[in-house]
């Protein structure tokens, strides 16, 4: 199968998802948070505090995805390349020590994302990739731009401590193609379609209302 998807018409999935999510997915892009840490303007515990957040997020769509592995359309989207919750681990342990699971505590904000994503992963095909769209086509997207902004504002080594943004062996690029091709075959109704489309909308909002808790826990310190 080639990575490169073909040119995308108006009446594809990958096109419409993002058209009908541009506002959403821009409001995450611009949190303050993130900039925040970008830029090196927060305390390391703030980068720590997006990790643990980022561990409950992750562990809730891994989980999933080993509960619908077996679901033909699911099956299609598991990408072991992709998994995070490794990596995430092993950011923890830099950033706190052996003992970093002492240190996990959800926000509000992001036991509400959990509950939500392990509600519709669970539950069908149209959930789960929904949010898996979300998490790793953003992690392959501005995430690429924001890890290594992190890993030089917050004096990181090479490869500790910021694990979570880096995919070995995966061309950022030509994976989001092929991903978007996959979309566009994937054997769902009209309905199911809107769906999916609608959760990715809310997997949005969720990930911008945790970033926006982060925001005030560590903004005004």
């Not at 982060?214 to 005004?220: A, T, V």
């Amino acid at each position: 199968m080639s990575l490169m998807a073909d040119p995308p018409g108006a009446d594809r999935l990958s096109v419409r998802v993002r058209r009908n999510t541009v506002g959403d997915h821009d409001e995450a892009q611009r949190s303050g948070f993130l900039d925040a840490l970008a830029a090196g303007r927060l305390p390391w515990e703030a980068y720590a505090d997006l990790s643990a957040q980022h561990w409950f997020v992750y562990e809730a769509l891994e989980s999933a995805a080993t509960t619908m592995a077996d679901d033909p359309v699911v099956g299609t989207f598991l990408f072991p390349e992709l998994r995070r919750l490794p990596s995430i681990e092993s950011d923890l342990r830099f950033l706190y020590g052996p003992r970093w699971a002492d240190h996990l505590f959800a926000l509000p904000a992001t036991t509400v994302y959990c509950t939500r994503l392990r509600d519709v992963a669970h539950r069908g095909s149209t959930g789960f990739v929904a949010h898996q769209y979300t998490r790793y086509i953003g992690d392959l997207s501005g995430g690429q731009y924001l890890g290594p902004a992190i890993a030089q504002a917050y004096g990181l080594p090479e490869a500790e401590g910021h694990r979570f943004f880096i995919f070995n062996g995966v061309d950022p690029r030509a994976f989001k193609n092929h991903y978007r091709g996959l979309l566009d075959t994937v054997p769902w109704s009209f309905a199911e379609q809107e769906a999916f489309i609608a959760e990715v909308a809310q997997a949005y909002r969720l990930n911008i209302a945790m970033l926006s808790e982060l925001q005030s826990r560590w903004g005004r310190r």
